[in-house]
């Protein structure tokens, strides 16, 4: 645990250091909570949330609610679908018609290998975004996939690293990537938490965001004496 209080004060520290006004020198943070409930052998249920925000405690800009379904086709290889609820405030960055609500459902393919004896995990998402201004409303689609890796320091720390890039379907194609590092402390066999650094490239702007997540697992199935 010292090792996560360590890393947190660091990046507090260089969050005040930022002092210019522009959401791209502002250090801010998206906060998580991820639940996997483990109900059957071959199904799980997902649900959690996220809040992110420009400044590290202030300019809250977006809230995000997820529930889902996984199928584990086999120890390797998992289907999902899931339906998200966005709320998103941008006033900070621009003006006009700047609040939307979005309705996410998606498909998702995750598969997990070992290359070298190092593990990595690879995810393909189809998401439709359905946005919802004011006055307006529009229909999105767009393909991610995620690269990503998970390497045991000890019993209790490990690393996370992973990258994802965004692929719209119309349109400019490619306008987003997400690179993230994080220090993780599990708590139990199930349960982690992970402190670590995102750097987000949207439409040609690029954010430093601090990522804290609290990660559980939970298994529902009936025990057989």
């Known amino acids: ?73 086999n120890k390797k290889t998992t289907l999902t679908i899931s339906y998200c609820y966005v709320d998103i405030d ?45 006055h307006t409303h529009t229909t999105l689609h767009r393909l991610r996939y995620r690269l990503g890796t998970k390497i045991n320091l000890n019993k209790t720390l490990f690393l996370n690293v992973k990258n994802e890039v965004f692929a719209n379907l119309k349109d400019e194609v490619f306008t987003e990537n997400r690179f993230y590092a994080a220090l993780g402390f599990n708590i139990s066999k199930t349960n982690n938490i992970q402190l670590g650094y995102l750097n987000h490239e949207i439409n040609k702007s690029n954010f430093n965001r601090l990522q804290l997540g609290l990660f559980i697992k939970t298994d529902l199935r009936k025990k057989t004496k």
């Open 1 to 73: 645990m010292k090792y996560l209080l360590t890393t947190l004060v660091l990046i507090l520290f260089i969050s005040n250091s930022y002092s210019q006004s522009s959401p791209e020198d502002k250090l801010g943070a998206w906060y998580m909570f991820d639940a996997t409930h483990r109900v059957a052998d071959k199904w799980s249920i997902k649900t959690g949330t996220e809040f992110r925000t420009f400044e590290v405690f202030d300019n809250m800009n977006l809230l995000f609610y997820y529930l889902g379904a996984n199928y584990y086709l």
């Open 90 to 134: 941008r006033s900070y960055t621009i003006s006009g018609e700047s609040h939307l609500y979005e309705n996410r459902p998606y498909e998702q393919l995750s598969y997990k290998q070992d290359t070298f004896k190092i593990p990595l995990f690879h995810r393909l998402r189809l998401e439709h975004r359905f946005l919802n201004y004011k």
